[in-house]
């Protein structure tokens, strides 16, 4: 079982910046993937960006926006957000695909909400 928190959302103005993170413990083998994805109001869930051990890949929405990147011995991933627009306001979800004793599981946090307005 493996537990994610995430921290950092919060309000913006347009323009500005912030810094998502996501904590993962429990028990992981090995970190398959590990992204974050976007849900703003009436709107299905989206990829903003993931990363594996050797590429990253963001949706055209964030590309040259936003950073991906991760931290493999505090088992956490950080998504830098930069020139933030009103457009990009929703809760972000943390999700990692790690490899347990057996098998590969999908987990997600619990969602952080970013907020971008004057």
């Known amino acids: 079982q493996v537990q994610l928190v995430e921290s950092g959302g919060g309000l913006v103005q347009p323009g500005g910046s912030l810094t998502l993170s996501c904590a993962a413990s429990?028990?992981?083998?090995?970190?398959?993937?590990m992204g974050w994805y976007r849900q703003a109001p009436g709107k299905q869930r989206e990829l903003a960006a993931t990363?594996?051990?050797?590429?990253?890949n963001y949706a055209d929405s964030v590309k040259g926006r936003f950073t991906i990147s991760r931290d493999n011995a505090k088992n956490t991933v950080y998504l830098q957000m930069n020139s933030l627009k009103p457009e990009d306001t929703a809760v972000y979800y943390c999700?990692?695909?790690?490899?347990?004793?057996?098998?590969?599981?999908?987990?997600w946090g619990q969602g952080t909400q970013v907020t971008v307005s004057s």
């Open positions: 429990g028990s992981i083998f090995s970190f398959v993937n």
């Open positions: 990363i594996t051990s050797t590429s990253t």
């Open positions: 999700n990692v695909v790690v490899r347990e004793s057996g098998s590969i599981r999908s987990y």
